[in-house]
Structures are given as structure tokens and as C-alpha cells.
């Protein structure tokens, strides 16, 4: 099995920054792609960045030139500092990884539970 673990969640004030972490564990052969998901309140899960193995990176609309992710691949670990935050940020934040749990088997997509991102004043 394989889990993933987000961390550094919080309240913060509108223009203020937080960097969430992701680690990955159990089971790992190689991790291709990581990335970050977001849920607001009554609305769907939407993409907000995500990193390949050597470093590509998509990031959604709304976050270009705020929002930056990295990932150490030594710790299967994927991060994402968050800047200028808007009230609108606030949300559940996600991370996800296609992970490939042995050379053998076929790479599956696993999901953390989630940290909560609140911005308010």
C-alpha cells in the first residue's frame, strides 16, 4: 500500500503565504507525476499544479505567479508554496501520485486525506 501525507495547512490572512507538504510512503517502485488538487465548499476538486519526475510543471489559471511546487524526489515529497493568498484559496487541498508500487506492477493513482487551507482576516 502506499499513502500520502499532507501537512502545513492552516488559517492565514488575505496576502499572506503557506507551504503545504506531501510525503509519500510504503510500497514505492518510482513516483511519475505528483500534484496538487483543491475543494472548495460546494464546489468540484479542480487541478491546481502539478510536477513530473524531471521537474515539468502545469499550473492551473487562478495560481500562475503565486502558487510554486517542487518535490525531492530522494523523499517522495512534493511541496507547494502558496503566495499572495486570496479569500478565494480557501480550500481543502489535496495531493495525489501515479505511483508505480513495484517494477512490476502497473502504476496506480493515490490520493492524501487532505489539509485545509482557510484564508481569512
Known amino acids: 500500500q502506499v499513502q500520502l501525507v499532507e501537512s502545513g495547512g492552516g488559517l492565514v490572512q488575505p496576502g499572506g503565504s503557506l507551504r503545504l507538504s506531501c510525503a509519500a510512503s510504503?510500497?514505492?517502485?518510482?513516483?511519475?507525476?505528483m500534484g496538487w488538487y483543491r475543494q472548495a465548499p460546494g464546489k468540484q476538486r479542480e487541478l491546481v499544479t502539478t510536477?513530473?519526475?524531471?521537474?515539468?510543471?502545469i499550473y492551473a489559471d487562478p495560481v500562475k505567479g503565486r502558487f510554486t511546487t517542487s518535490r525531492d524526489n530522494a523523499k517522495n515529497t512534493v511541496y507547494l508554496q502558496m503566495n499572495s493568498l486570496k479569500p478565494e484559496d480557501t480550500a481543502v487541498y489535496y495531493c495525489?501520485?501515479?505511483?508505480?508500487?513495484?517494477?512490476?506492477?502497473?502504476?496506480?493513482?493515490?490520493w492524501g486525506l487532505g489539509t485545509q487551507v482557510t484564508v481569512s482576516s
Open positions: 510536477i513530473t519526475s524531471v521537474g515539468n510543471i
Open positions: 495525489n501520485a501515479v505511483v508505480q508500487p513495484s517494477s512490476r506492477a502497473r502504476s496506480n493513482i493515490y
Open positions: 510504503g510500497s514505492i517502485f518510482s513516483i511519475n507525476g
